[in-house]
Nanobody, 117 residues
Framework: QVQLVESGGGLVQPGGSLRLSCAASGSIFRPNAMGWYRQTPGKMRELVADITSGGSTNYADSVKGRFTISRDNVKNTVYLQMNSLKPEDTAVYYC???????????WGQGTQVTVSS
């Protein structure tokens, strides 16, 4: 049973930083792409950033230059370093990963990030 367990969310002031982590367990295989999405009430879930097993990255325009995604392929863990946080970054952040040729997707349970003074 594959599981994605997120950690690192919380409350931070504008301009502050947070680091999210997501550890994948339950598979002996390395995930293909791993990534982070976010969602606010009434809006669709949107991609924040993703990273392939080879390390290629992709970012939403709104976070470029502020967020950095990385992964540890030994630990099957993906990280999201979030700097210069803005109130509009407030959302529930979800970890996503897929495995195999069929790219079967799994999601984490979500972690709340609140940017407020």
């Amino acid at each position: 049973q594959v599981q994605l367990v997120e950690s690192g969310g919380g409350l931070v002031q504008p301009g502050g930083s947070l680091r999210l982590s997501c550890a994948a367990s339950g598979s002996i295989f390395r995930p293909n792409a791993m990534g982070w999405y976010r969602q606010t009430p009434g809006k669709m879930r949107e991609l924040v950033a993703d990273i392939t097993s080879g390390g290629s990255t992709n970012y939403a325009d709104s976070v470029k230059g502020r967020f950095t995604i990385s992964r540890d392929n030994v630990k099957n863990t993906v990280y999201l370093q979030m700097n210069s946080l803005k109130p509009e970054d407030t959302a529930v952040y979800y970890c996503n990963a897929n495995w195999g040729i069929a790219a079967i997707e799994y999601w984490g349970q979500g972690t709340q990030v609140t940017v407020s003074s």
